[in-house]
């Protein structure tokens, strides 16, 4: 949540921090800043509320002076409505010091008072208003950013990366993170500071990671580490592995269309080079030994939102798969209500971004009850996959579209292979089982594109379906976690009331919601194998057809069954039961898109989200 650039080099630095707010505006966009350091030593700040749009007319209209070092913010508010006086950068009261922040100060309510009662006047309803007066005051004393920096971090609580700029310094950024993301670009004779990768890779590929608790400070020379008890530190080099045509929308209309279309090579990235000749699944980047995976006896799976749903289809294919008990629960919740967990225990953690609070935190605490965390995350060098035993990568790239797509598939990839990689060390019943479906796993690129490239009916059934004002979703077994993913993306995008149900819960309670005319999208297993649950949901059909819905159904190509009682059909070409969210789920996110862009959205930005949730 909220993006954050800094820079110093050769380059007008209005324009590489702007470059870099574009490609960090899915982090937050409610308001944007920035502040440059000119060379006579003064510090020239401009900010606005809405989108970077509005930041980027006021400079074309009032152009700042020229500057080679600078900070910019694109906010997500936590403490203060998007406005103008909130956004980030924020003062010192003696005007020398500008600083943006991501995060929350925990503890600002009582350094606002400590401040106020020496006579500063606040401007601001952030909490990020207070660090800036702390530094300043702290740079008064000795003049040095990096040495105040120091002493400004060991008073804050709570979770925050800062940058600062001083109006006597035109040459440096000094940076500090805890518990929220920071990288450094390195250039040549410029240097760069983003909340990810995507802040500077129109300048440079080649990046540090830094670890909890540093300070980091660049000026044209180079870039010095150190821990927030002053001790000099190094970050982690890394090489980043996509270039600048990933994070552009290459002839789409919204970044969202492209990652949906980009699905059936994310996924055979992922799966690449995994699995042997043998049919034998390679996780060596893993960390874990075949011992370590025998050594398990139950799974637990953390994550948030779509993330969560990728959580739970895993839960399905594990269990059958190996018979090792595995929940699945949200991130947000894990902690708080003290799960049953030790050194036996596998934590799955899986995190697109590799920097949600809420992941992060269940991830500390099942590591403080000594269980075993695997990570499964899309962002190399991002915390969650840092503080980790184990991770594997998904390599979906970048994802740009707040809307999670590509992340999602590429996610439940990599849980299948978790699964059928603990399946195969531990030698279970289901070994043929094993093998074919590895066979189905890497034919699913294949089938995904066929999904995509037959997408117009559903386009069309998302714009009939434009003027209802609830669209319901249900499934049965994996089909159940793919309806709640449906739903996610419905509402997110089109700000609708959706929902996901179990199927054979509706008759419980839920199927009161049901009108003349209601959507409902049902998806269907398939009929072949375990025609008990096909039949089920047959029935679930005619019961909401019964009282006036209108059916559309998901199913696999050649469902006659299906096709007689729905209204419409999708049908998607045929999978093992396991394996068909990785096809069920693409015509979902298709119909929110289409239905999003019918009622007008914003499908890449939808209102009150950000793509990076760093706060709990
Ligand atoms: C929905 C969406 C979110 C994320 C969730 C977790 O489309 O993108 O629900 O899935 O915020 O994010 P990560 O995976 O980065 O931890």
Redesign the pocket.
Known sequence: MCGIVGYVGRRSAVDVVLDGLRRLEYRGYDSAGIALVSADGRIEVDKRAGKLANLEAALAEHPLPESTCGIGHTRWATHGVPSDRNAHPHRSADGRISLIHNGIIENFGQLRAELEANGVEFLSDTDTEVAAHLLGREYAVDGDLTEAMTRVCARLEGAFTLLAVAADDPDTVVGARRNSPLVVGLGDGEYFLGSDVAAFISYTTEAIELGQDQIVTIDREGVAVRGFDGQASEGKPFSVDWDIAAAEKGGYDTFMAKEIHEQPQAVADTLRGRIDEAGQIVLDEVRMSDQDFRDIDKVFIV???????AGLVTKYAIEHWTRIPCEVEL?SEFRYRDPVLDRSTLVVA???????M??LMAVRHAKDQKARVLSI???VGST?PRESDAVLYTRAGI?V?????K??LT?LAACYLVGLHLAQVRGIKYADEVSAILDELVAAPGKIAKVIENLDPVREMARESAGSDRVLFIGRHVGYPVAL?GA??LK?LAYLHAEGFAAGELKHGPISLIEAGTPVIAIVPSPRGRSLLHDKIISNIQEVKARGAKVIAVCEEGDKITAAHADLVIETPASPTLLAPLLTAVPLQEFAAELATALGRDIDQPRN?A???TVE
Request: net charge negative; with cysteine; aromatic share 6%.
């Open positions: 994550a948030c939102g779509t993330s969560y749903h991130a899986i995190s697109q971004s590799g920097e949600t809420d992941t995350s899309n962002t969650i994802e579209a707040v809307a999670s797509t992340a999602f996610q993913e996610l993306k997110e989200l793509k990076s949730v």
